[in-house]
């Protein structure tokens, strides 16, 4: 979606670009308003999709996350039931909580470990994400000054045609 919104920001872009220079002004451009109008419509109809996507991904991001928390205390579970199962205070029961703590300490680690990552690509993508939603902003913002002064331009023009057949 987010290469929709882009591609649809190039379009107003060469509109903009590729326009009709306006009369005695060399940075001015005449443009169809319908055109312009309906591309923001579209970019602006789009937008919610990309923000519900980021959403979906903080969603996923979090399923990921409770998943290795159950894991991980699946695996804990599991050491503690296999030190409790050793009776004596032998040798086997020592080695089997040797066992079960390191087994609990690899799956927290893990779990820290997918924690982390999964921030990382979560951060990565709502990076990204709100770059392309800034970038489509302020290329919206651009082209409605663009279009501001260049409005402006031809009314003020139109007047000074209408004050001169007077």
Known sequence: MASDVLHLIDMLYEMIDEAKGATFSSDKCVISRNEVLDMLG????????ELQKAQ???RARDDYVEAAKREADGI???AELEARTIVSESKITQEARERGHEIVRQAQERARTMLQVTNEYTEDALRRTEEAIEMALAEMKEARSRYR???????QEARRRMESTE
């Open 76 to 78: 804990r579970r599991k």
């Open 149 to 155: 002064a260049a409005s402006s331009e031809r009314l």
């Open 56 to 58: 979906q991904l903080i």
């Open 42 to 49: 579209e970019i602006r109809a789009q937008l919610p999709s």
